[in-house]
């Protein structure tokens, strides 16, 4: 008597794979510890340190006090500079998928061929040391046509980002190979609006969701770039940070964590749009991985 | 109620490539109709230009005598069924075969009442609320049949649908299919390069290479009578050897090996032009060794193969270049053995010779 497998029954089988053996297990939980030690080693210091009082011959902080944080809140430099983060991040996630998201389609629905120099394109910024970029945007915009350096800051975080997003969207689009679903939706009657509207969108919004977090992460700690750029007249909260790191450490540490926790928060409220869009989450799409 | 289709003319090049040539079907309401040809042989670009998915350099489709040629897809009204499901990651199984109505804005409650009837139509009743990572390639192909069927398209155009399917899923869905044609009167276009499945499905099956059509018939005619050198090599099982036909005291013949075959050839075939003879394995004979009969093949069993009702032999004929195959029914065939000595006897009727 045959026993006929079915397509259902192979796949179930596949998540077991990785239990086998009593070694593996012990070598992965090692792995990981070490790793998240690692990793989180340098935040729980920089955590001590925003809330210790005195800090310097103990193993641990001597006293502990939250007016660091109170400090570093009610300086008058605080709100105008994450004003000033929150517009810069917003701009470039407003302008950065404009660019890419039409070139991308273009690519992935019509010219497949261009794709390989849009690839080396999106790469070119990333390769510049951000001194380089920051002095030749100067060069190229400011110098002769006298450009405005907030905008520029802005657009010169769009140019940063666009390795990213365009990765990110790609990935995206490839995963859900938008030609073969647009054509689908096509046949089922759909315009361009409505494919758009109902296939497209929904399938790059994972990738959307990264780029823009790799955004938002840029700009919460992006330092040469602005204050070459803006400079003093736009001051950008990893301005504030730098100068408050030379008055006192434990309000640098305080900064740093209120940074931190803002990428945070900008990651699961992403995860989360992303997720709810989606339904549930599949193989083959990429959700925010930050 | 299905749709006529009518194609004329139909011609692609994508640069320099001739996709499709001269393509011409005519494809009656409720018939299923496979286009069947190996990869690059224009069956694939054929059905995207039915489709719209595709530009015809020149020519004409019509559906119901209407010209469609220029009409874009999403207005072509037809079905489609893709060779990967092609399926919308994002929305359920209840939502994909939802879409076209959706998209036609009709009310949400005949929207849910003909979404449910579709989904039991390919049974997948419980599996309304799953996304298609959450089905198995089987699934989500019925799910896709159900979609393509939603706004009721008089004309359904499936692109190679089981190919990525096991082989035990493929024959499940190969019957399914062919009910769902019945029950509902569908035209069906299917795309396929599986001889077998355009058997087991088709009203008629249309042949083609390089772009071009080759020959359009019936199963069972296409087996018996490809008209085609190509036909007859890429439909069916066949022994075909390239021969110098010769005619002796009115009767023909060819050789094969070191003996010598009788032909039904038509008069007007002069005598030594070289033929394309072709033969089925299950229409030879094996008759008795110790008796040669003229004209009969001669030779020596390579490989026996069982092939459940049927045995079929490799059989090493003298002379000859590559071993011939012979289809024996099993029960007779059960004292045969590699190595055996056997006599082969091809009926004349059974060859058929192209020039």
């Known amino acids: 008597m045959a026993i006929v497998m079915t397509a259902e029954e192979t796949a179930l089988e596949a998540p077991r794979r990785f239990r086998r053996g009593p070694l593996g297990p012990l070598l992965l939980r090692v792995a990981l510890v070490g790793a998240l030690l690692y990793l989180t080693l340098p935040l729980l210091a920089t955590l001590l340190f925003s809330l210790a009082t005195v800090w310097s011959k103990t193993i641990l902080p001597e006293g502990y006090t939250l007016d660091w944080y109170k400090a570093a809140i009610t300086d008058d430099r605080f709100l105008p500079t994450a004003t000033h983060t929150l517009q810069a991040t917003f701009g470039a996630a407003v302008i950065s998928p404009l660019l890419v998201v039409p070139a991308l389609l273009a690519v992935h629905l019509r010219a497949p061929r261009w794709k390989p120099a849009l690839e080396f394109l999106s790469i070119i910024p990333w390769a510049l040391p951000g001194v380089v970029l920051a002095l030749a945007m100067i060069r190229a915009y400011v110098s002769p046509y006298n450009a405005n350096r907030t905008a520029l800051l802005i657009l010169t975080y769009v140019l940063i980002s666009l390795p990213f997003m365009f990765r990110s969207i790609d990935a995206s689009l490839t995963s859900i190979d938008a030609r073969t679903l647009s054509e689908a939706a096509q046949m089922l009657g759909a315009g361009w609006f409505d494919i758009g509207r109902r296939v497209l969108l929904p399938g790059i919004m994972p990738g959307l969701m990264s780029g823009i977090l790799l955004i938002a992460a840029l700009g919460a700690g992006e330092y040469a770039l602005a204050s070459l750029l803006a400079g003093s007249g736009w001051k950008t909260f990893p301005i504030y940070q730098a100068q408050a790191q030379n008055v006192d450490g434990r309000v640098a540490s305080a900064l740093a964590i209120i940074g931190l926790l803002y990428v945070m928060v900008v990651s699961l409220s992403l995860l989360f749009i992303a997720g709810r869009r989606r339904g549930g989450a599949g193989p083959g799409m990429p959700v925010a991985n930050k | ?355």
């Open chain 2, 1 to 355: 109620m299905g749709a006529t289709l009518q194609v004329r003319s139909l011609t692609k090049t994508f640069g320099e490539a001739v996709a499709i040539d001269d393509v011409n079907l005519d494809i009656a309401p409720g018939a299923f109709v496979s286009l069947l040809g190996p990869s690059g042989c224009g069956k694939t670009t054929t059905l995207r230009v039915i489709a719209g998915l595709e530009r015809a350099d020149s020519g004409r489709i019509l559906i119901d005598g209407r010209d469609i040629s220029h009409v874009p897809p999403q207005r072509r009204n037809i079905g489609m069924v893709f060779q990967q499901y092609a399926l919308f990651p994002n929305l359920t199984a209840f939502e994909n075969v939802a879409f076209a109505l959706r998209v036609a804005r009709k009310p949400h409650a005949a929207v849910a009442a003909r979404v449910r009837d579709l989904l039991e139509l390919v049974h997948l009743e419980e599996a309304a609320n799953r996304y298609p990572h959450q089905l198995s390639g089987g699934m989500q192909q019925r799910v896709a049949l159900a979609r393509a069927l939603a706004v009721e398209p008089p004309l359904l155009l499936l692109d190679e649908p089981l190919s990525a399917l096991d082989a035990a899923i493929r024959d499940e869905l190969r019957a399914e299919l062919r009910r769902l044609q019945r029950q509902l009167n569908l035209t069906v276009v299917y795309v396929t390069h599986d001889q077998a499945e355009a058997m087991a499905l088709s009203d008629s099956i249309v042949v083609m290479e390089k772009g071009r059509v080759s020959q359009i018939g019936a199963p069972q005619d296409l087996y018996d009578r490809p008209a085609t050198r190509f036909a007859a090599g890429f439909v069916g099982s066949s022994n075909r050897r390239v021969t110098a036909l010769e005619r002796q005291n009115g009767a023909s013949s060819i050789a094969w090996g070191n003996a010598r075959l009788r032909v039904h050839a038509p008069a007007e075939t002069p005598a030594g032009v070289q033929v394309l003879a072709m033969w089925r394995p299950e229409a030879a004979l094996l008759v008795d060794p110790l008796d040669p009969e003229p004209g009969t093949l001669r030779g020596e069993i390579e490989l026996v193969t069982f092939l459940g009702p049927v045995t079929r032999l490799d059989v090493r004929v003298d002379g000859d270049t590559e071993p011939v195959l012979v289809d024996v029914v099993s029960e007779a065939a059960r004292d045969l053995a590699t190595g055996q000595p056997v006599n082969i006897a091809v009926p004349p009727g059974a060859i058929r010779l192209y020039a």
